[in-house]
């Protein structure tokens, strides 16, 4: 298949705001259409900063086989197989939860492993994750009982993230963490040197694809580094101008070039 005269058997895609458009769940049509490319030759990846277990639930019937770029990169799993994971040092995760959980207004949640925690006494909160997310999030009392390693943390507010904040996260944390806006009033927090650019290219040495092969779609500035390792990548409309700067094309519907492109392909 060829777009913009480059040669393109990968297709990487964002959920949230790129591929979802403004719903939660994915067209079941879109699967079709995904399970067409791929019987076509054209594979597809899905990268979100959505966890693991959502993200299969979201693509059945077409998970098995399919790689899943997790947590903002942090995590790939493909059926059901951990392919690479980077991990938030335990210590630096609890200054950062600390650091967190004294910002009044906001609201947060850690994910451990392919779990996704909250603190139980959140109720209003949890009532909205359950409502968006499947399966429902984990609760704890404290985020001290979170065991298993941590690959994101994630502060949340409801209005947008406001600058004088995510000015001082910057400041503080910087240089130990990386942390992106990823649209919606959430701002992600992962290892340093962690993102869905760092994943896909361990993800494509390790299935052996050529990202120069490779188109992407996003809409936020968590997947600007995934547009850096295709060879062509769409922002979406939506974005904001500094994610469409990054990208080579500006994109309306994925779904629709979904449809073009199966039209396409031979």
Not at 134 to 151: C, H, R, S
Not at 174 to 179: I, K, S
């Amino acid at each position: 298949m060829h777009i913009q005269g480059k040669k393109i058997t990968t297709i990487i895609s964002d959920l949230d705001g790129t591929l979802l458009g403004d719903k939660k769940d994915l067209n079941p049509a879109l699967l079709s259409v995904i399970g067409e490319l791929e019987r076509k030759g054209v594979s597809f990846v899905a990268a979100s900063g959505r966890q693991y277990k959502n993200m299969r639930l979201m693509f059945e019937p077409l998970a098995k086989g399919l790689p899943f770029i997790c947590e903002n990169g942090s995590l790939v799993v493909k059926d059901d197989k951990t392919l690479y994971r980077r991990c938030i040092p335990r210590e630096l995760a609890f200054e950062l939860i600390a650091d967190m959980m004294a910002v009044p207004g906001a609201e947060m949640i850690v994910s451990s492993d392919r779990e996704l925690y909250a603190l139980a006494y959140k109720e209003d909160f949890i009532r909205q994750m359950n409502a968006f997310l499947k399966p429902e999030v984990l609760t704890v009392a404290d985020f001290g009982e979170v065991t298993g390693e941590i690959n994101k943390v994630s502060i949340w507010w409801p209005q947008g993230i406001p600058q004088k904040e995510e000015a001082w996260f910057h400041e503080k944390y910087d240089g130990r963490l990386l942390a992106t806006d990823s649209g919606n009033g959430w701002l992600d927090f992962t290892r340093e040197g962690v993102n869905k650019g760092a994943a896909l290219r361990e993800l494509a040495r390790m299935e052996g694809f050529s990202l120069d092969e490779a188109l992407c779609f996003g809409d936020s500035e968590n997947d600007i580094p995934m547009f850096r390792e295709c060879a062509l990548s769409f922002a979406m409309e939506t974005s904001r101008p500094h994610v469409k700067a990054q990208a080579d094309a500006v994109c309306g519907n994925v779904g629709d070039m979904l449809y073009g492109f199966l039209a396409d392909a031979v």
